[in-house]
C-alpha cells in the first residue's frame, strides 16, 4: 500500500509542526464543531460529515453546522440527521459553537462564505479555527491550515489529513461513503482536470473500506423529480453559444423556476451542459434568485482561461480555475448584457484556451 507521504510531488501537505500541535490538542476528547460553507454541495457536506464521523470515532464530540440547508440529494449522507442548520437552528447551532474548543471550516477560503449572520457569530469566536479547503488564496483567519488548490477535493484532502494523522485505519464503511461521495461529485464523477492517479488510488481504498461506489451515484445523481427534468429542458431551450469567444450561457428566470417548481439543488450542474458544447471552453449559467434580490452565477472552463479571475474580477465571487461562482444585483437582463460586453476584452484569452 502506497503511503501519502510518497506523494508528496503531486500535492502539498499540511506543515508537520501544524499536524503535530494538532495531534497534541487532539490527544485528550475535545469538543469540535465542523462548518460548510453556505448551500453546501457534495464536497462540502461529505468532506464535514466525514470528519465528524472520524473525530467522533476517536472519542471527541463532534458536531456539524451548516449555514442552511443542502440539496435533497444528499440527506441520506451517513450522520446528516445530526446536522444543525445554523439558520434554522440558530439557537442551538450557537450554543455548539459556543462550547467548542476548535472549529474546522472545511471546503470555504474565506468567512464570508457561510453569509452574514453565521460569519458574525465565528468572527467573536474566541478559540482557534483549522481549516482544510482546495480553493484559491485562502484567508488568514485559521490557526491550522491545510489549503492546496491543485487537489480534486475537500474530501480527498480529508483523506489526506487523516492519513497525515496516521489514522487511516480509523475510515470506517460510513466515513469512506462520506468522502467517496465528495470526491465524486466534485470531480464531475472523476471526469475533471483535478482528477489524478492519486485520487483513484485513494477512491478505491473507499470502495475497499466500504463505500457502495454504485449506490453513492445511484442515491446521488438518479433521484431527479420531473420538475427538475422539465427545468432542464427550459435551461436547455435557453441556451445560447457565442463562438466567435467559444463560449456558451444558460439564464433561467424566477418564473421558470416556479414554473418547474424548482428546488434547492436542482439547478447543480446544469452549466455543464453548456461546457459540453463542442468547441466551447467558457460556459456560464445565471439563475434568478428573486428572494436574495440577485442573480447568482456559475462559470465553467477548460483549459487555460481563468474563471476564477473572472468571477473576482467582474462578479464579486471565485473558486478555481475552472469552476468558479459569483452574483450580480442587476437584473437578469442587465446582467448578461453585462457579460456579453465583457468578453471582447477575453477574446484572445478565450480563443487560446485549450478544449481539452
Ligand atoms: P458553483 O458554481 O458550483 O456554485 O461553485 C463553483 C465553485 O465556485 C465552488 O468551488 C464554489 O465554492 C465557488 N463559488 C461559487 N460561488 C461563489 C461566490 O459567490 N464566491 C466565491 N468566492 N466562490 C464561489
Ligand atoms: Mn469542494
New binding site residues.
Partial sequence: MYEIWDYIVYSQLMEKSQIQNLQAFLASPKNIVIVP?R?P?G??MGSTLGLCKYLKNKGHTATVVAPNESPAFLHWLPGFEHVLKFDKQNKQAKRAIDASDLIFLL????L??VGDDMQKTLEGYPHNFAMID??QQPDTIATYLYSDTSISSTCQMVYQFIEMLDDITQIDAEIATCLYTGIMT?TGSFRFRSTTSLTHRITADLIDKGAENNKIHNQVYDVNSYGRLLLLGQALTNLKALPAYKTAFITLSEEEKKKYEYQKGDT??V?NYALSLDGIVFAA?FIEDKEQGIV?????SKGAFS??QF??NH??????DN?????SELNIEETVAYFTSLLPTYQKELQESDEN
Fill in positions: 460553507h448551500n454541495d464536497d462540502a471546503d470555504f477560503n474565506a464570508h462564505r482546495h480553493h466534485d447543480e450542474g452549466v449559467i447568482k452565477i456559475s462559470f465553467r474563471v476564477n468571477a473576482r462578479f464579486n465571487g471565485g473558486g478555481h469552476a468558479s461562482g459569483g452574483r
